[in-house]
Nanobody, 114 residues
Framework: QVQLVESGGGLVQPGGSLRLSCVASRTQFRLKMGWYRRALGKERELVAAISTDGSTGYVDSVKGRFTISRDDAKNTVYLQMNSLKPEESAVYYC?????????WGQGTQVTVSS
């Protein structure tokens, strides 16, 4: 079983930046990790993912602005978000899968507004 705890959300102006963190309870942290978001009235969307070898992938709309990274010594994955847009306001969730079971954090709210 894995517990995931996100933090770092908040209110930011358009064009601003936030860094989200996700701490995993699992002692051995060598897991593929992903960040998703769900905006009000929309479906959940995969934003970024990072594999155990550090390779990354992004949805097209965030390429060049968001960066996913990991610190295995801290069991933590990060999502650096720059040049945020109002339409990116959403609850952001951390995700991993172990033995075919998806694990989710409680989510952290990101609001981009002036």
């Amino acid at each position: 079983q894995v517990q995931l705890v996100e933090s770092g959300g908040g209110l930011v102006q358009p064009g601003g930046s936030l860094r989200l963190s996700c701490v995993a309870s699992r002692t051995q942290f060598r897991l593929k990790m992903g960040w998703y978001r769900r905006a009000l009235g929309k479906e959940r969307e995969l934003v970024a993912a990072i594999s155990t070898d550090g390779s990354t992938g992004y949805v097209d709309s965030v390429k060049g602005r968001f960066t996913i990274s990991r610190d295995d010594a801290k069991n933590t994955v990060y999502l650096q978000m720059n040049s945020l847009k109002p339409e990116e306001s959403a609850v952001y969730y951390c995700n991993t899968k172990v033995c075919g079971i998806d694990y989710w954090g409680q989510g952290t709210q990101v609001t981009v507004s002036s």
